[in-house]
């Protein structure tokens, strides 16, 4: 294991923007500066040794190029022109499983700075409508010049504390889609650990917990919602497990926990029944940053007897 202040080996994930390019095109331009193409992943096993100037496709996620860690592309004319979007393995599942269909529209809930939502606008192909929410106005002003770079255009970003958008605003009576990715803890982010920054306290906890079932059971009673995927960088079961299995158990039977990706290598922790549904992610398993991704559907018998 990586002792203190040891690099974290988590690859370098490089997800290609298909609004702008084409995974085959993204790969050519990185052989033409001088790495080597090895192929779609066959296993974790490759990434975790992958070294020097080479590169693979992850195994499984599409359009998501992987590379040895700590190599640095910001300053790449890809990066810098929206081709492609540095962005973890992990946070690239909340879009990819909510897999939103051409035309729908998305409520992106906690949006801000915007890696998320251009993931679901390159999933959309910049078809249908997404409603963007954040609080910060720093963060929101990143987010506009990183989504207009990123040549996504089906937006409406505003500076809103979600938890005051109004569900029976006709505006969004078509929204079928919400991804929810609130603050959280971050206890699942490497350069955290490298840091030692201290755990988060049990007050603490219990203070984001609240707001994150707030915001869930919030995003849950907007009356088309049909799927939901809730996300948090954090490793703390009150903060993943234990705010899914509350807002599920106040919403009696109309929705119900998707079990999504099953080849996926790490689920939810055995808290509660179906809690396997949920993934996790994190360094040791998945050679990403720490986190927690579940999607919860409107369940078929509460969809019968609103007919
Ligand atoms: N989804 C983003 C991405 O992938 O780039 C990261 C979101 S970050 C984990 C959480 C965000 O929630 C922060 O930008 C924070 O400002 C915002 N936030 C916190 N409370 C909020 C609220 N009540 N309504 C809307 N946004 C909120």
New binding site residues.
Partial sequence: APGPGAAPCVPRYVRVNTLKTRVDDVVDFFKRQGYSFLGKAGSMEELRTLSGKKFLLDLHLPELLVFPPQTDFHDNRLYTSGHIILQDKA?CLPAFLLSPVASSHVI??????????SHLAAILKNKGQIFA????AK?LATMNTMLTRAGVTSFKLAQ????TVDPHDPKYSKVTYILL????SGSGMVNRLLVEEAAPSAERLQALAG?QRR?LSHALSFPAVQRLAYST?SVHREENEDVVQAVLQEQGSAFRLVNVFPSWPCRGLATFPGAECCLRASPADTLTQGFFVAVLERSEESLKQGE
């Avoid at 992106?108 to 939502?117: L, R, S, V, W």
């Avoid at 990715?181 to 959280?184: G, I, R, Y």
Wanted: some cysteine; overall charge negative; proline content about 7%.
């Fill in positions: 946070s992106d809930a906690c949006a801000a700075p915007g890696n998320k939502t929410f954040d609080l910060d963060r809103q504390d979600f938890l990715d609130p603050s959280c707001f915001v960088c």
